[in-house]
């Protein structure tokens, strides 16, 4: 087995305990982003959170990350924090396909989506080409 | 409806979770000011019996910008009874040469959804 692919299940591995050791436990709510047309996670993107206040009907920024190599985003939310409601996931996908010297149809993707059992995890990935994307509600 | 030229702007909507098309859904076309960074309405309607929704914009008014289709998914799956796990699905999307024609079609179940660029 090559370094480069014990490496990698390592960190398969070691995900979870990784940032239990750094934050506690791990987010209730994670992502994916995938850059389908280049067969290859899409890191080094730039992504927000946001709740919507069910009462002004305004956007509160919850966090900003960046995705990892593998195209993932740990400690999105808290526990205490990923209570029900509507959230926001903003990716940079503009600025990514620029970073990469390409263009792209999309200056960026917003997802929106309802919470209603916080009890339950939630997988909210990005599938993305230049001229594509795509998400599912995983778990 | 009224234009005698097609829309360059064409969208389709199918219901993947039951394999027809999103008929009677909800849409609006909007385009980003720049100076003032706000959004401003350009059309609304509706999708007909085959997901489609002719007419969205004239050539005219067809200029280079950003603009956005928002469609009410949540309203759709409720009127069939149903829950989504999404409230509306909006695509933004950019226009850099608007002689080319565009086809933004939405591809959706209550737990997913797609869209690409087409022509």
Known sequence: MSAQRLQQLKGHLLH??????????????S????NTAMGVPGS???LSLHRQDPSTEAWSLITTGTTNEDGRCPGLISKQMFVPGVYKMRFETGQYWETIGESSFYPYVEIVF???DPGQRYHVPLLLSRFSYSTYRGS | MAAAESSPLTTHVLNTGDGVPAARMALSLHRLDTNTMIW???NVGTTDQDGRCPGL???DAFTSG?????????QYWKSLG????YPYAEVVFTISDPQQRFHIPLIMSRFSYSTYRGS
């Open chain 2, 66 to 74: 950003t603009y956005k289709l928002r469609f009410e998914t949540g």
């Open chain 1, 114 to 116: 309802i919470i209603k």
């Open chain 2, 40 to 42: 401003n309405m350009l």
């Open chain 2, 57 to 59: 914009i004239s050539r």
């Open chain 1, 16 to 29: 979870d305990n990784k940032m239990s050791a750094m934050a506690g436990p791990v987010s209730p709510l």
């Open chain 1, 31 to 34: 992502t994916h982003v995938l």
């Open chain 1, 44 to 46: 080094n993107m730039s």
């Open chain 2, 82 to 85: 149903q829950t989504s796990f």
